[in-house]
């Protein structure tokens, strides 16, 4: 049963947000799983495989109490905002606002066509919802940086939350913004690796086998870091919660995924797991029959497994 | 409208100390702007506004990308913000954050690149833009503002925080004669006629509307009467202003601190080739980077001076 959790507000404002079970956050993930392939193999085109990978975290982010926002107030300055930087995942940021309320799930299956407001990369000026256009890899851990700077110089305390690929932090701007938010000890503002090993030509450890070690170099970055299964619901909720208690430090939380959720038409590509390739009708048939026998994956712990977190004064990060 | 007597500019500040004072103005004014720098205050005069308001000033580093993508992001949570650096590394380091996180989205980000054209001097070309125009111009949804000099500066800045959008404002490192006294009129858009003229039009913008006026005085004293637009604003072009100087006058030169195509001129040329057809010639740098030396030195050099408008103007007037 869904908890709604109070928000201690300004005085006049009046906001609850949803905050669904670890069952009902696996049952959303694998809803939105299911649009996500369905939109995207409509539609032709679409980047599924990277979009499943991050399905799970952004479920957790957007309905376990952790990001604060009103569909109905999109423009509201006290909210949280979420910039999926690797915007190639649209779809599973496209799934996740229509299940937000921000417009109807019926909108899903224009993905990508003449007219639609979910074009092939998100378009702030076009979606509600959508907080940085993105899609040129890079540029949205800066862009969240700003959003997180704009809290303080404003004194709200929103958080401000960025989902990285791990193809895109190849990218040096990543490690400008990463040096920056140390440097003004950006505590409200955390970042999420979706690393699910594989970019479009290969697998990470081949196209650059210098990425790792990742825990090593965030840290030396002034980063506090978080390793996580980046498909186990309890962990990713417990992760959340701990990273919003780190003060002084912005937080990296590396979400170790499977490019394509472990769906056998995306793992039987060991090359780039289908990397911007869209499942055909047989394949989908497949898919979607899959996705129903992973439907509980988690077990429903409110505890951490052994790759999760916990209290950062207690120092055990990983 | 006032202007400074035509006959010997009067010396002025360098347009980049101009911002400079205007954007501490500003600061203080409105509390909404904020300003990041990229390690080069006291080189792009933020400094004033960083000391005076630190709360709301952030310098990056050298690292223009994330700079500009900061910038951003601090205007989509509705900041108004100036981004600065030295125009060669804002625009060529960061032209993809800018079109992406400022162009695309149509933020309110006002870029401000310092150290324009070769007139810096002895630096050299790494620190030199000459292609910043272009870059910017090619930027739907940009504005671009080429001040002349100290006063027409700080009225530029201004405006451009009254301009809700993205903006770029080009300045440069050396002192510049005054050409606008008080009580002068600066609209973005509106080309500023700082001179009249029936037979020919120059039409410039920076440092070369003061080399404009110098050539249409050594011109006047031939019986030659030059009218002098000062094209300020790049983006959205003043059309009408140019229609009415080829029809009028039949014939026009353009002068920039910047390479031969993509900028001024070539803007012009495409609004003139549209509207009203006349013989066109152009001032400007001719597909070259320039060198190390002093500023005068180097103008002088690479062909950026009265001398060289008056040559363009004659030439211009035999195809008429």
């Known amino acids: 049963m869904s908890v709604m959790m109070e928000v201690p507000t300004a005085p006049g404002e009046q906001y609850t947000m949803p905050r669904r079970s670890l069952a009902e956050l696996q049952e959303t993930a694998w809803r939105l799983s299911r649009q996500i392939l369905e939109m995207t193999s409509t539609a032709g085109s679409g980047h599924p495989s990277s979009s499943l990978s991050a399905i799970d975290l952004l479920t957790g982010l957007y309905f376990g109490g952790i990001l604060r926002f009103d569909p109905k107030e999109p423009d509201w300055p006290r909210r949280d905002r979420f910039i999926l930087s690797k915007g190639h995942a649209a779809p599973a940021l496209y799934a996740v606002l229509a299940e937000a309320g921000y417009f109807s799930a019926a909108e899903l299956s224009t993905l990508r066509q003449l007219g639609s407001r979910l074009e092939g990369h998100p378009n702030r000026r076009r979606l509600v919802g959508v907080e940085a256009s993105t899609g040129s890899l890079g540029q949205g851990l800066s862009m969240g940086l700003g959003q997180a700077l704009a809290a303080r110089v404003d004194n709200l305390d929103y958080r401000v939350y960025v989902m990285l690929g791990d193809g895109e932090i190849d990218e040096g701007q990543i490690w400008e913004a990463a040096m920056a938010a140390s440097k003004f000890q950006v505590d409200n503002l955390t970042a999420i690796l979706d690393y699910n090993a594989y970019q479009q030509t290969g697998a990470v450890n081949q196209v650059m086998p210098a990425l790792e070690p990742l825990i090593d170099k965030w840290e030396a970055f002034g980063w506090y870091v978080f390793e996580i299964d980046g498909h186990r619901m309890a962990a990713i909720m417990d992760t959340f919660h701990a990273a919003r208690r780190v003060p002084q430090q912005p937080q990296m939380i590396i979400a170790h995924t499977s490019k394509g959720r472990d769906l056998s038409p995306f793992l039987k590509n060991d090359v780039n797991r289908k990397h911007g390739e869209v499942l055909n009708q047989a394949e989908l048939a497949v898919a979607l029959g899959e996705l129903d026998d992973q439907k509980m994956w988690d077990n429903y712990s409110a505890t951490a497994d052994n790759l999760s977190v916990a209290d950062p004064q207690g120092g055990l990060h990983r | ?320």
Do not use: W
């Open chain 2, 1 to 320: 409208m006032k202007m400074a007597k035509e006959r010997g500019l009067t010396a002025g500040p360098a347009t980049r100390d101009a911002f400079g004072e205007a954007l501490h103005e500003l600061g203080g004014i409105n509390r909404n702007i904020v300003v990041v720098d990229g390690d080069v205050a006291n080189s792009t005069r933020t400094e004033a506004f960083g000391k005076a308001f630190p709360e709301r000033f952030f310098n990056v580093g050298i690292a223009e990308s994330n700079l500009v993508s900061v910038a951003s992001g601090l205007a989509a949570a509705g900041k108004e913000v100036l981004a600065a650096s030295f125009a060669a590394f804002l625009l060529c380091n960061a032209y993809d954050q800018i079109r992406m996180g400022i162009a695309f989205p149509q933020l309110n980000v006002k870029l401000m690149g310092s150290h324009s054209g070769i007139s810096i001097g002895e630096d050299g070309p790494s620190q030199m833009a000459i292609e910043d125009i272009a870059l910017a111009a090619s930027l739907p949804h940009f504005t671009v503002v080429v001040p002349a000099d100290g006063p027409s500066t700080q009225a530029a800045t201004r405006a451009m925080f009254a301009h809700v959008g993205p903006v770029y404002l080009r300045t440069g490192r050396p002192k510049v004669p005054v050409i606008y006294n008080n009580g002068f009129a600066f609209e973005i858009g509106k080309a500023n006629q700082v001179r009249e003229g029936t037979d020919v039009t120059i039409i410039a913008c920076g440092i070369m509307v003061a080399a404009a006026l110098a050539a249409a005085q050594s011109l006047n004293a031939r019986g030659i009467q030059a009218r002098v637009l000062d094209m300020h604003t790049i983006k959205p072009i003043d059309e009408a202003a140019i229609q009415r100087a080829a029809q009028e006058t039949g014939a026009i030169v353009t002068a920039e601190e910047h390479l031969l195509d993509g900028g001024l001129g070539s803007v012009v040329a495409r609004v003139v080739a549209e509207r009203q057809p006349v013989p066109m010639a152009f001032v400007a740098l001719r597909d070259t980077y320039a060198e190390s030396g002093k500023g005068d030195e180097l103008l002088e050099k690479y062909g950026l001076t009265p001398a060289a408008i008056v040559k363009a103007v004659e030439q211009v007037r035999t195809r008429k």
